[in-house]
């Protein structure tokens, strides 16, 4: 239950932040995609732990071990286990709350559920579950390049510094020039100074990470329930720290009057554009062909380095002081996860639509 994501080209993840690996196996994945496994492994080094000062200090290489599915770098249509060891736990960090709970972390919950919990280092609740989906999404990614959809996202907020410009005015590819993943070189320097700043007090810091989805066919997605961005707002929701969920004009939106806000439709060469994209790309469920774009909200991480006050699994009061390797901002590695959680539902939801009278 709960672990399965997707309808036809789907993942389940397995493993523990502090245990032996993680991993993903990936169902109805289509043969005859080619594997390109550099390009699997440059997505991970886009989250890994340890990139840079701003980041959590844990060293993983994440390098990935294809198990089953693939054969002369081709997938074969049958599932694809893809494993990463974990090589830099450092448990002991934990022992001094096995059995006390971190404010707004998931320990309380999940000893709730469960009666039993690997508490070192958040366990299965730690987004290093995150990087098994970043390797799923990798094998989505080469698949859809095949179409022609292509994945940016990058990091727009940082606390109160905001990006205040919309992504068609942006370079996209720019923001992997920096260690936040701002495409904007001098607002990612105020970004950057500000995490350490943070970082330097032993606090953590919020942020936004906007999403693009282009060269998606008009035609994918639901007109009830399923719908394309309740399934991208699924796929948002469920990574880690993260808060809110806006596609198109979002809670901007509102202020506007239906007659700003429609995006009036023209053909050029025969194909249907709109003028604006208020819409997002997405109308009653379904892409229309425009560019999809999001913006997804992250909390400040809930791991501080002081002490706070808390409770331990009996009740009584306990204070928790921040120890191990944490990110004081989630933002710049949660940029590829984002990407990465675009594709699987891109890619799903086109297979689905084979299904469909859209010809693709
Ligand atoms: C890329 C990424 C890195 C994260 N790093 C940390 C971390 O170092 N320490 C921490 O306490 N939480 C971190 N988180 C958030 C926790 O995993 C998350 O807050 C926890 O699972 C509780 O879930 P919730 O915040 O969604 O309710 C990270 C999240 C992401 C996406
Ligand atoms: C290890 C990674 O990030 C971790 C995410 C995380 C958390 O609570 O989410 C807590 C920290 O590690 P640990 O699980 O050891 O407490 C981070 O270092 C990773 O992303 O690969």
Do not use: W
Not at 58 to 77: A, P
Request: charged share 25%.
């Amino acid at each position: 239950m709960g672990n399965i994501f997707g309808k036809i080209f789907s993942i389940t993840t397995f493993g523990e932040s502090h245990g032996a690996a993680i991993g993903v196996t990936i169902n109805g994945c289509p043969a005859g995609i080619p594997v390109d496994l550099e390009f699997i492994q440059q997505e991970l080094a886009r989250r890994k732990p340890g990139q840079s000062k701003i980041t959590t200090q844990r060293k993983e290489e994440d390098q990935v071990e294809i198990l089953s599915g693939v054969f002369e770098d081709k997938t074969t249509g049958t599932p694809i286990a893809l494993l990463i060891r974990n090589k830099d736990q450092k448990s002991k960090d934990y022992s001094h709350i096995a059995d006390k709970f971190r404010p707004s972390h998931a320990d309380y919950t999940y000893e709730t559920k469960y009666g039993i919990r690997d508490y070192r280092g958040g366990g299965r609740s730690s987004a290093r579950e995150t990087a098994a989906r970043v390797a799923a999404g990798a094998i989505a990614k080469l698949m859809l390049k095949e179409f022609g959809i292509t994945f940016h996202a990058y990091v727009s907020q940082v606390g109160t510094l905001k990006l205040d410009k919309h992504y068609t005015e942006l370079d996209l590819p720019k923001a992997e020039e920096n260690a936040v993943r701002c495409p904007d070189q001098e607002v990612a320097q105020q970004m950057f100074d500000y995490i350490d700043d943070i970082r330097k007090q032993q606090d953590t810091v919020g942020g936004v990470v906007t999403g693009v989805i282009q060269g998606v066919p008009a035609g994918l997605g639901e007109p009830a329930f399923d719908k394309l961005h309740a399934e991208l707002g699924k796929a948002m929701l469920s990574i880690n720290a993260v808060k809110g969920f806006e596609y198109g004009s979002g809670f901007e939106g509102v202020q506007m009057k239906g007659s700003e806000h429609n995006d009036a439709f023209y053909t050029e060469d025969g194909v249907v554009k709109t003028k604006t994209n208020h819409s997002g790309g997405i109308q009653g469920g379904i892409s229309n062909g425009q560019d999809i774009y999001f913006n997804v909200a992250f909390k400040p991480v809930a791991t501080i380095m002081q002490d706070q006050a808390s409770i331990d699994k009996d009740g009584n009061k306990a204070v928790v002081s921040g120890k191990g390797r944490h990110d004081p901002c989630v933002v710049p590695r949660a940029v590829p996860i984002v990407e990465a959680m675009s594709a699987l539902v891109i890619a799903d939801y086109l297979l689905i639509a084979r299904t469909n009278k859209v010809k693709f």
